[in-house]
């Protein structure tokens, strides 16, 4: 069930951090939990945002809306790696792994025991 999911902006994904942090909730409650100098009406139009590209869905409550995530965060991360792979790294997780590797962000424990990981698999 892998859908497209629409790129989001450094706020929305700000936004949608939080959201996911709390399982859904209100504006003044992602915004209390983003601690950021954010304006309430700037997050309020974000999570609007997060809605129209399907992130989030909204349910009534007396006046105001109660944010639910739409999307799952491993989704999220699985659509969002998929795309970061196939952008710079042709497609290739091998590729990316090695790029990690050479440029000293990965040691060589760690590659170790990402093979392990993958082997249980």
Same mark, same amino acid.
């Given at each position: 069930?892998?859908?497209?999911l629409?790129?989001?902006?450094?706020?929305?994904?700000?936004?949608?951090?939080?959201?996911?942090?709390?399982?859904?909730?209100?504006?003044?409650?992602?915004?209390e939990?983003?601690?950021?100098?954010?304006?309430?009406?700037?997050?309020?139009?974000?999570?609007?945002?997060?809605?129209? =590209?399907?992130?989030?869905a909204? %349910?009534?409550?007396?006046?105001? @809306? *109660?944010?639910i995530?739409?999307?799952?965060?491993?989704?999220?991360?699985?659509?969002?790696?998929?795309?970061?792979?196939?952008?710079?790294?042709?497609?290739?997780?091998k590729?990316?792994?090695?790029?990690?590797?050479?440029?000293q962000?990965? =040691?060589?424990?760690e590659?170790? %025991?990402?093979?392990?990981?993958? @082997? *249980?698999?």
């Amino acid at each position: 069930n892998s859908k497209h999911l629409e790129k989001l902006t450094a706020q929305e994904e700000e936004a949608m951090q939080a959201i996911w942090k709390l399982n859904g909730g209100f504006v003044k409650d992602i915004l209390e939990e983003m601690r950021s100098d954010t304006p309430y009406t700037t997050l309020a139009s974000t999570i609007k945002n997060l809605e129209k =590209k399907r992130y989030v869905a909204h %349910e009534r409550h007396a006046n105001a @809306n *109660k944010y639910i995530p739409w999307i799952s965060q491993t989704e999220y991360k699985r659509s969002f790696m998929s795309g970061f792979v196939g952008e710079y790294f042709e497609n290739s997780y091998k590729n990316m792994v090695s790029f990690f590797a050479e440029e000293q962000k990965l =040691k060589p424990e760690e590659l170790e %025991e990402i093979l392990k990981i993958i @082997n *249980k698999k």
